[in-house]
């Protein structure tokens, strides 16, 4: 790097010489020796700013020779390089905060910022420095003090890296992560479960997806929670199967017979084959519809849906089944007594009973044992009954990843993942109740602290 003393750029003057300074190894007492200018960029909007500190230079000859000399810069300049801690804040934060990768981060640092010799890796090193000095341990124990009582889990992978993640899904707190080189195993899971234990988090309900990982290990380090199966999992799991009864039904449609070749005859009866072939294109164009919940459609889909269901009458025993699962997970069931009897009467259906089609998911429905985790969240005031909270925070993970390419080493990967889980954080479930609370009494909007 440049000599900043030589550049001709605008300068801003700082006195730090005390006549008096302690001694950072003994303490003892020690009078200046000679005051030095140092020199430090400062972040500026309109052009470069250099950061000119007069420091003082002290000798204590309390010490052998070479140990001696000890300078009083303030806590924000130390480190050693020609950046203050609060420009290296600044810089991280457009990683951290704004999700730039490290090479627009730097970029935007040189532009923004007025920073003309950052690069790229010097980013990088800022951000593990900045990680080293966060205080896990202190933000475990807050958030132990703090635990809802309901946990998510989930598992994520990145290139030879899996992570293993958990989260606070009602007041939206990440909680810990384990990454891990490999596939993740069970023994994995039990010691992350074990090292959450050991920290102090027992809770009452532990939401997964449908991964084998899980239920045996909550069995044995959590017995006493009760184990949620994330319902969103199990609807788009009972989507995919159908889909498959869509086509059955599609292919029930009438279709036109194969043309001969050459060119049809223009006498006799008016054909209906284009008709056909466009009653079939109507239908197979809407097939998500016939999956999607009713309150997120708007009115032209709405139109669509009962244009499908009139020119393919099969498709209606489907709807019904579709708007009858979502019926079951949804707000109006509030109790597990009315789950299962709105269960039994899906079971005991005697349309859905003759179309094999459905037989996937009627099984799946009748397990007793499956049905039981998912209503778990019933039992419960407050409980999320999907574990969408921890898939968030994991795809954040694997989008970051796509984009910040330089992070592949663990150390790089945890450094952020560390900034990460102590950031400021919007609104969890708890924290918006009560906002809505206070703004509905107050009449006014209530804003989040920093």
Excluded at 196 to 216: A, H, Q
Excluded at 220 to 240: G, M, S, T
Excluded at 300 to 318: G, K, N, V
Excluded at 393 to 421: G, T, V
Aim: aromatic share 8%; hydrophobic share 35%; glycine share 4%.
């Amino acid at each position: 790097m440049l000599s900043l003393s030589r550049m001709s750029f605008p300068r801003k003057f700082v006195d730090h010489a005390p006549d008096v300074c302690r001694c950072p190894r003994c303490g003892k007492a020690i009078v200046r020796h000679e005051s030095r200018p140092q020199y430090f960029w400062e972040p500026g909007l309109v052009h470069p700013m250099i950061l000119v500190v007069t420091v003082g230079c002290y000798v204590c000859r309390e010490h052998p020779r070479g140990e001696q000399w000890f300078n009083a810069l303030p806590s924000d300049l130390q480190g050693g390089v020609q950046y203050a801690r609060s420009t290296k804040e600044k810089v991280v934060a457009l990683v951290r905060r704004f999700k730039m990768p490290l090479t627009l981060a730097a970029e935007a640092a040189r532009d923004t910022f007025h920073l003309p010799k950052l690069d790229e890796t010097t980013v990088l090193d800022w951000m593990r420095e900045l990680s080293l000095e966060v205080d896990v341990a202190a933000f475990q124990d807050r958030a132990v003090e703090e635990f809802s009582g309901q946990l998510d889990v989930d598992e994520v992978y990145d290139g030879r890296y899996g992570q293993l993640k958990a989260t606070d899904p009602i007041r939206g707190v990440e909680l810990d992560y384990e990454l891990i080189e490999g596939p993740i195993r069970e023994a994995h899971v039990e010691a992350f479960f074990q090292r959450l234990k050991d920290r102090g988090f027992m809770p009452w309900i532990v939401t997964t997806d449908g991964s084998k990982l899980y239920p045996e290990v909550i069995r044995r380090v959590w017995p006493d929670a009760d184990h949620q199966r994330c319902v969103f999992h199990f609807i788009k799991q009972c989507n995919e199967d159908l889909m498959k009864a869509f086509w059955v039904a599609y292919h029930t449609m009438p279709k036109p017979p194969k043309r001969k070749r050459g060119r049809p005859k223009k006498r006799g009866r008016p054909r209906l084959d284009k008709q056909k072939r466009a009653n079939r294109r109507t239908v197979a164009k809407a097939r998500f519809l016939v999956l999607k919940r009713t309150e997120n459609m708007s009115d032209q889909e709405q139109e669509r849906l009962q244009e499908m269901l009139a020119l393919c009458p099969p498709l209606r025993d489907l709807r019904c089944l579709v708007e009858t699962l979502h019926d079951l997970f949804g707000p109006t069931t509030t109790e597990p007594d009315q789950a299962e009897s709105k269960r039994r009467a899906i079971l005991g259906d005697e349309h859905f009973q003759t179309r094999d089609e459905f037989g996937v998911v009627l099984g799946r429905l009748a397990d007793d044992d499956l049905f039981r985790r998912l209503t778990v969240y019933l039992d419960y005031e407050n409980a999320e009954k999907t574990s969408n909270h921890v898939e968030r925070e994991n795809r954040e993970f694997r989008k970051r990843q796509k984009s910040h390419y330089r992070l592949r080493s663990l150390e790089s990967i945890c450094a952020l993942l560390d900034l990460l889980m102590v950031r400021d954080r919007p609104y969890g479930r708890v924290e918006r109740l009560r906002r809505k609370q206070v703004e509905a009494s107050t009449g006014e909007e209530v804003v989040q602290a920093a």
